[in-house]
T-cell receptor, first 112, second 116 residues
Framework: AQSVSQHNHHVILSEAASLELGCNYSYGGTVNLFWYVQYPGQHLQLLLKYFSGDPLVKGIKGFEAEFIKSKFSFNLRKPSVQWSDTAEYFCAVNGGFQKLVFGTGTRLLVSP | DTAVSQTPKYLVTQMGNDKSIKCEQN?????MYWYKQDSKKFLKIMFSYNNKELIINETVPNRFSPKSPDKAHLNLHINSLELGDSAVYFCASSHVITGTSSYEQYFGPGTRLTVT
């Protein structure tokens, strides 16, 4: 069965600090990988996705993620966070039949 | 120009009642989903429909019954509500990216269900 692990449950950073959120997946087939963000009280929005090709993908709001197949990882990065990045971040992997399997999420708090 | 919409946004009801949540997408997608997000923010798929046909049913109690009158709508009916049903329910839809076997899901704003 497919699974996704996000090891950082809570992350607290100051503004301008760099961010890296870990995501490891377990899936035997061709993977599609996603990072979604959920701002307080809002719905999920797609930050970025990896389908194929360049393993370093750029997303919205300055986020990027790197797919490392040998490590089954898809870590999210941002060089300099802002207070407005405070949110919950979810990594997800396709699970066949267009089903997404989500990680447990990482709550990011950025202090001004 | 809302892409995926859900009603109601908030639903407060008592144990034992029956309630429905509606979802509509105007993106022309063939596949729609219901996800449940619990109090710890964990998201798990419940159902998926493709062209009005059920394709995913993830060991959800029989009290939950999805209905898709057409491919733009996927409603969720819940019978005999229990305290543990309190959660945020998200509807989503997806399409296959042209020329690939990959897809992207778009989520609705969520319905916060509180069972007292």
């Amino acid at each position: 069965a497919q699974s996704v692990s996000q090891h950082n449950h809570h992350v607290i950073l100051s503004e301008a600090a760099s961010l890296e959120l870990g995501c490891n997946y377990s899936y035997g087939g061709t993977v599609n990988l996603f990072w979604y963000v959920q701002y307080p009280g809002q719905h999920l929005q797609l930050l970025l996705k990896y389908f194929s090709g360049d393993p370093l993908v750029k997303g919205i709001k300055g986020f990027e993620a790197e797919f490392i197949k040998s490590k089954f990882s898809f870590n999210l990065r941002k060089p300099s966070v802002q207070w407005s990045d405070t949110a919950e971040y979810f990594c997800a992997v396709n699970g066949g039949f267009q089903k997404l399997v989500f990680g447990t999420g990482t709550r990011l708090l950025v202090s001004p | 120009d809302t892409a995926v919409s859900q009603t109601p946004k908030y639903l407060v009801t008592q144990m034992g009642n029956d309630k429905s949540i509606k979802c509509e997408q105007n993106l022309g997608h063939d596949t729609m989903y219901w996800y449940k997000q619990d109090s710890k923010k964990f998201l798990k798929i419940m159902f998926s429909y493709n062209n009005k046909e059920l394709i995913i049913n993830e060991t959800v109690p029989n009290r939950f019954s999805p209905k898709s009158p057409d491919k733009a709508h996927l409603n969720l009916h819940i019978n005999s509500l229990e305290l543990g049903d309190s959660a945020v329910y998200f509807c989503a839809s997806s399409h296959v990216i042209t020329g690939t076997s990959s897809y992207e899901q778009y989520f609705g704003p969520g319905t916060r269900l509180t069972v007292t």
